[in-house]
């Protein structure tokens, strides 16, 4: 991967960010143990705040491992690219993941990763493609040890790797839309092959998660 911004090039976080990070974390599993306690019931615990506490802590798991690597793959791209690149929250987002999820449904908006530098169409298209990318990995990985350990006795793991898989595949695909300010518009004006490509390996893993591994897992 070229560099066009000399200086940079290595991971690195501020303490802004990881500040930023850490709360768009626990906010946004707030946000989804509300949704997943009230969905799948007491399945952890017949005690409201035991089952909730479980579910908080698999919520952090899918949060960290689906909205944050997502916007890891950004970050780390770009500044592959010599560009500087730190995540910041949206606080009106997380507040409307807090207060939605409280309710039964979840808008999801924790924020983005902002990049500065002299990025142009080619690098700025393999930056937002990086997350998707992320996304879809994650995906492809949660469904083939899905398959190796779904059974009966296994129901509890099963259903987290369901829920890992389509998280990952679900958002992946949803910022595939070729419209601003989603990756997809990037993407596509770099290059409409690989968006087309990208898209429909996207649309197969969410559809093999939905009709696959949800009838198995639940």
Known sequence: MRTINPGFGKPRFSRIELRDIALAITVLSVAFAF????????????????????WLAVSMVLVVMSFMLHEFGHKFAAQRYGAWAEFRMWPAGLGLALVSGFFGFLFAA????????????????????????????????????????????NGLLSMVLFLLAYLNAFLG??????????????????????????????????WFVWTQMYFWSF
């Open 173 to 206: 695909l949803f910022n595939m839309i070729p419209v601003p300010p989603f990756d997809g518009s990037k993407i596509f004006r770099w290059n409409a092959g690989v968006w087309i490509a990208t898209a429909a390996v996207g649309a197969v893993i969410l």
């Open 110 to 153: 924790p924020g983005a990763v902002y990049i500065q530098g002299g990025i142009d169409d080619r690098a700025n298209g393999k930056i937002s493609l990086a997350g998707p990318a992320v996304n879809f990995g994650i995906a492809i990985a949660a469904i083939l040890l899905w398959s190796v350990t779904v059974s009966p006795q």
């Open 35 to 54: 949704i997943y306690a009230r969905g799948y019931g007491h399945l952890f615990s017949d005690d409201v705040v035991a089952n909730y506490l479980s």
